[in-house]
């Protein structure tokens, strides 16, 4: 188990950035699959992007590619996202998560979720 601490949250005017990271406890971060994932009020919790073990493989959700990138850093424990160009479609809670070993991008195959930190995009 891991536990995930996200942070970087906030208001921010459409065409902006934010940088939220995400501490991960233990001295085993290096052999977990990190993800962001979001929720907006009524939707349902959405894949956002994910990487590998060693930062080799990232994936992207279609409605964020190109705009965000995610990265990590295992000698810091932490995981990146890193969002530009942002949208008021992107206003959404978003949370960090981990899962042991192999690449997914379905929420309900990660095992240790973050509590969240909240982003607001102004139009």
């Known amino acids: 188990q891991v536990q995930l601490v996200e942070s970087g949250g906030g208001l921010v005017q459409a065409g902006g950035s934010l940088r939220l990271s995400c501490a991960a406890s233990?001295?085993?971060?290096?052999?977990?699959?990190m993800g962001w994932f979001r929720q907006a009020p009524g939707k349902e919790r959405e894949f956002v992007t994910a990487?590998?073990?060693?930062?080799?493989?990232?994936g992207y959700a279609d409605s964020v590619k190109g705009r965000f990138t995610i990265s990590r850093d295992n000698a810091k424990n932490t995981v990146y996202l890193q969002m530009n160009s942002l949208k008021p479609e992107d206003t959404a809670v978003y949370y960090c998560?981990?899962?042991?070993?192999?690449?997914?991008?379905?929420?309900?195959?990660?095992?240790?979720w973050g509590q969240g930190t909240q982003v607001t995009v102004s139009s």
């Open positions: 233990g001295r085993t971060f290096s052999s977990y699959v």
């Open positions: 998560a981990a899962r042991k070993l192999i690449y997914s991008d379905y929420p309900g195959s990660y095992d240790d």
């Open positions: 990487i590998s073990r060693n930062g080799a493989y990232t």
